[in-house]
């Protein structure tokens, strides 16, 4: 299948927007006095990845690593039923917690991710998401890092895909209709 891209954030500029935010998250920790090993970095598969992985290298520190899976997209592009795939393996417990989300749209799915990990009384839970889609709230969330807000369009990119395609390409680019 092809599809028309244009692009929205190119390689250059999220590299670049990824090490600042290493910079940030680094510097909200250095300012709690928590040293390595003490920050659990919770990535949200699977469009998360990549971001997670530039970031873990952008940060001053090393985190202990973990993912979960929540998925609200199906084969599509419009939000569908909530499910949860994949749960931790760490316990968080008294451990300060660091989620890694793509991209955070109508807060729904982070709402319930955080939810579930306030229950296991984590130290504290920070939100870093690559792209913000505040405006397309439906349940009022707080992203603590963010890398850009995003325009009212389908993204695909850097870890996001539609039909499990494109997630390889490394800027993030508007799927054109």
Do not use: N, W
Request: aromatic letters at 8%; a negative charge; charged letters at 25%.
């Amino acid at each position: 299948m092809s599809e028309t891209l244009r692009e929205v954030f190119g390689e250059a500029a999220v590299a670049a927007r990824v090490a600042e935010l290493g910079r940030q998250v680094s510097a909200h920790y250095a300012g709690l006095g928590v040293g390595d090993g003490d920050v659990v970095m919770v990535g949200v598969l699977k469009g998360a990845l990549p971001f997670m992985a530039d970031l873990l290298r952008a940060l001053s520190f090393c985190p202990s690593l973990d993912f979960v899976r929540v998925a609200s997209y199906g084969a599509g592009t419009a939000p569908g039923e909530l499910r949860f795939l994949m749960d931790l393996e760490t316990d968080v417990a008294g451990r300060h917690v660091l989620v890694v989300e793509d991209i955070v749209d109508t807060g729904r799915s982070l709402a319930y991710l955080l939810s579930m990990l306030e229950a296991r009384s984590p130290a504290s839970v920070k939100v870093c998401a690559l792209l913000d889609k505040a405006y397309r709230r439906e349940v009022d969330v707080k992203v603590d890092f963010v890398g850009f807000e995003a325009p009212p369009v389908f993204l695909v990119g850097y870890g996001m895909d539609v039909g499990e395609r494109l997630r390889r390409l490394r800027g993030v680019y508007e799927l054109v209709r």
